[in-house]
């Protein structure tokens, strides 16, 4: 399968081993069945997201970088009456989601195979009821800061996207990237933390299911810190 049409700038993986054969029957089968597909950039038209998943009537939640797709794939089995949008450019972590939505039966997701920043602007504004940015690519070195996903910009386009009281979670074992996540988010006027107490940073809640990534952290002794933020209200 030929990559997605490049618009924003991407950095990082786009393969990673060559697929196996059932993981290949599944990228070739079912995923351009659920795949999103954008647009024209240059006249945007948002997406209908009752015609998209075939259901009118629920909240759609967006998954930006699901890895392996452990995280997406619980949230979907466990909340059949969500529609998620999941958005990951490496092939190999699509097809590992296609692993699991096959094993679990769930048919409420649908996959952008690309950079979340060019499908973000097709999204109705006042649509998403949770965003999840689960262990991104925290970029080390200061030069590439830019590269990291939790940026002011993209703050402000959530903050379009999400609803009234919506939710944006975010997760990162890499303190100097936490940090960055705090500087910007907790004084964005948009977004209120959520954390009362330690604890609220250090453990996941019950509806917050462990990644494969999150788990390689803890193995190497590392403490994740987990962060929610609500949506404000509309003046």
Avoid at 36 to 59: A, C, H, W
Avoid at 159 to 167: Q, S
Avoid at 184 to 196: G, I, K
């Amino acid at each position: 399968m030929s990559d997605p049409v490049k618009r924003s700038t991407f950095y990082g993986r786009r393969q990673g081993r060559p697929l196996r054969k059932k993981a290949t029957e599944l990228v070739e089968t079912v995923l351009p069945k659920i795949q999103i597909t954008l647009g024209d950039p240059e006249n945007i038209v948002p997406y209908k997201l009752d015609e998209m998943f075939g259901r009118s009537g629920q909240e759609t939640w967006l998954e930006i970088g699901f890895g392996g797709g452990e995280h997406l794939a619980w949230q979907a089995e466990h909340n059949p009456d969500v529609n998620l949008i999941g958005a990951e450019y490496f092939i190999n972590g699509v097809a590992s989601l296609l692993g699991h939505l096959d094993d679990n039966g769930a048919e409420n997701v649908r996959i952008y195979r690309g950079d979340v920043r060019d499908m973000m602007p097709f999204l109705p504004k006042n649509s998403l009821s949770k965003v999840f940015i689960l262990f991104p690519d925290p970029w080390h070195k200061a030069r590439h800061n830019k590269r990291r996903i939790v940026q002011i910009e993209t703050l402000d386009l959530l903050a379009d996207l999400l609803v009234d009281g919506g939710e944006l979670r975010m997760a990162t074992d890499d303190m100097g990237y936490l940090q960055w996540m705090l500087e910007r988010t907790v004084p964005h006027p948009l977004f209120s933390w959520q954390a009362e107490s330690k604890n609220d940073w250090n453990q996941r809640t019950e509806d917050w299911p462990k990644t494969r990534y999150e788990q390689k952290a803890l193995n190497k002794g590392l403490k994740p810190g987990y962060l929610r933020f609500k949506r404000l209200p509309r003046v």
